[in-house]
């Protein structure tokens, strides 16, 4: 069965302070690997989007990895703002599926920044 | 230009009662897709719709829930007789095409609450 899991479920840092979120998928074939940001009470944002043969990647002060031998990816936040304080979802696409959109979707980590 | 746009944001409903939860979609956008996201859970796959092609239903969960796609914009899903279960944020998402490739744009979802 294809799925997504992350961790840690949740997390609190201070600000300032850099932070790794993980995420472990058993989806195959795999197509690529995203990292969607949801604020509270709003729509996931898309952050960065990992293909199969692409190690990192990076977004201002976030930098996403992959290592599709091990089917783990991780996002790493620098320098942690209070505005960083959101659920990290982690989304994997299936290859050639034909249903769902061929997305799966992790439970997310919810990061919490504290002045 | 503008988002992804959902309505109403929240809603409450007693028991039993059928509800209607809108969406409009980015200008241009083929693909459309309904997600479901229960507290502590990850996103829901409902239903999609691209171009004029049969709707995917495959993700809904009851007969008690439907969709629609009018002029291949905006869409309605419709879930009849609601129960306590129901209650969840409902998302939206278009984006220019069907395959995972394509990144797709949230709507900032309606809050259902069945009493």
Known sequence: ??????????????EGKNCTLQ??????PFSNLRWYKQDTGRGPVSLTIMTFSEN??????????LDADTKQSSLHITASQLSDSASYICVV??????????????????????? | GAGVSQSPS??????????????????????????RQSLGQGLEFLIYFQGNSAPDKSGLPSDRFSAERTGGSVSTLTIQRTQQ?????????SSWGHRSSY????GPGTRLTVT
């Open chain 2, 103 to 106: 990144e797709q744009y949230f």
């Open chain 2, 85 to 93: 279960e129901d209650s969840a944020v409902y998302l939206c998402a």
């Open chain 1, 93 to 115: 696409s299936e290859a050639y599926g034909g249903s769902q959109g061929n997305l799966i979707f992790g439970k997310g980590t919810k990061l919490s920044v504290k002045p």
């Open chain 1, 23 to 28: 995420c472990n998928y058993t989806v195959s």
């Open chain 1, 56 to 65: 990192t990647k990076s977004n201002r002060r976030y930098t996403a990895t």
């Open chain 2, 10 to 35: 929240n809603k409450v409903t007693e028991k039993g009662k059928d509800v209607e939860l809108r969406c409009d979609p980015i200008s241009g956008h083929t693909a459309l897709y309904w997600y």
């Open chain 1, 1 to 14: 069965k294809n799925q997504v899991e992350q961790s840690p479920q949740s997390l609190i840092i201070l």
